[in-house]
Structure formats: C-alpha cells, structure tokens
C-alpha cells in the first residue's frame, strides 16, 4: 500500500471582517433596592453628597456613604444577593447589618477611588481622608491611613484622581481654589476663581 503524501495546507493573509452595529441588548433588574441602613435612620435629603457611591470591581466591593457617620464598605456580591432577597421575599436586612467595616468619620460629601482600585479618598468638610482598600476589607480599618486638608477655611466641593498617575489628584474647593496633591504629600494651592464647569479639565494637571 502506497504511503499517503502530506497534504500541503496554505495560510493566506488574515483579513479582519467588517463589524456589524446591534442595539439587541436587554439589561434585567437583579432584584430590589437595598436600604443602606434601617428604616428608622437619619438621612439629610436638603444637602446629599456629591458623589455618594464608588465600586471598585478589582476587590469586588462597593462603599456608599452612611448618612450622617460616614460609609460603609460591602461586599458586591452580597450587595446583589441582599437585592435578590428582597424581591423575592418582600423585605431583608440593609447593607449596614451585612457590611465589612462601617467606618465613623463624620459627614461625607464625596467619596473617589484612585484609578488603580488600591486607595479610597473621603472628604468631609475641607478635610480629605485617604483608606487603603485592601485594609478595609482585608482588616477592616476604620481609621484613615493619613489625611489631609486644605489651607483656607473652604470646603472640598469635587476632588479627581488624574488620569495620568496613579496617586495624584486635583481638588476644587467651595469657594473657587484648584490645589493639586499626592498621597502622603502637602496639597498645594494652583489656582483661584475655577469655574466648576471647567474643572474636569485640570485632571492632566502635572
């Protein structure tokens, strides 16, 4: 019996295909609100923050401001567990009673997550104090790893993690002051009479 010759197999030149547009997407609620502490809590619906919310998908955890004391830290899972249960069953318990570490640190107006997941920044007031993520989950540390504040008598009304680096932010206080700062490091003073709008565009700043 003769011996089969090798097929010879020719790779042509990859051509990428065109890509076609869709809007065929459907997005499905998981579940119900989830309350973050009991009912019977204390809200301040005249003043809420800024930016009350942050999720930080590397860690899985989500931290949402607690009212009055501060935030607390959950985990996403749980979060989206807790939601299911309330569907299903009409009521369950708030993420304060599931979380991982309910941090007291007074009232706070915004909370921002550094580009890379690992430090989170809470202002309160003209104050901003800096946790480190894995702490909080891994140790449950409720005291800042350090802080920082601004010189004049303002209040931090928005706060920016550049873009650029990892642990620079820049700072726009209630009374028109841009500062620039690092963590672990002084916040310097940039620029006076910032329009809000305009702010976003100083997160290049070296």
């Known amino acids: 019996m003769a011996e089969a010759s090798p097929r010879l197999i020719r790779l042509e030149e990859e051509i990428e295909g065109d890509h076609g547009a ?5 997005f499905c609620r998981l579940g119900e609100p989830v309350p973050l502490k009991p009912a019977d809590s204390e809200f301040d619906l005249q003043a809420p923050p ?3 919310l942050v999720i930080s998908e590397r860690f899985g955890v989500v931290m949402d401001y607690g009212s009055f004391s501060g935030f607390l830290v959950a985990k996403t899972k749980d979060v989206i ?3 299911k249960d309330i569907k299903e069953k009409g009521k369950g318990p708030c993420i304060q009673n599931t979380s991982i570490v309910d941090v007291k640190i007074g009232r706070v107006s915004l909370l921002a997550l550094s580009n890379d997941s690992t430090v989170l920044a809470a202002a309160v007031g003209g104050e901003i104090h800096f946790f480190y993520v894995p702490s909080l989950i891994n140790h449950k540390e409720c005291k800042p790893s350090f802080s920082n504040a601004l010189k004049n008598c303002g209040i931090i009304k928005d706060l920016r993690w550049q873009k650029n680096s990892q642990k620079s932010f820049v700072v726009l206080s209630s009374d028109g002051l841009l500062c620039h700062g690092r963590v672990k490091d ?6 006076e009479n910032v329009d809000a709008g305009l702010f976003s565009s100083y997160e290049k700043l070296s």
């Not at 002084?186 to 620029?191: G, L, R």
């Open 22 to 26: 869709t809007a065929d997407f459907v």
């Open 50 to 52: 800024a930016r009350p």
């Open 81 to 83: 567990c807790l939601g």
């Open 186 to 191: 002084f916040i310097k003073d940039v620029m």
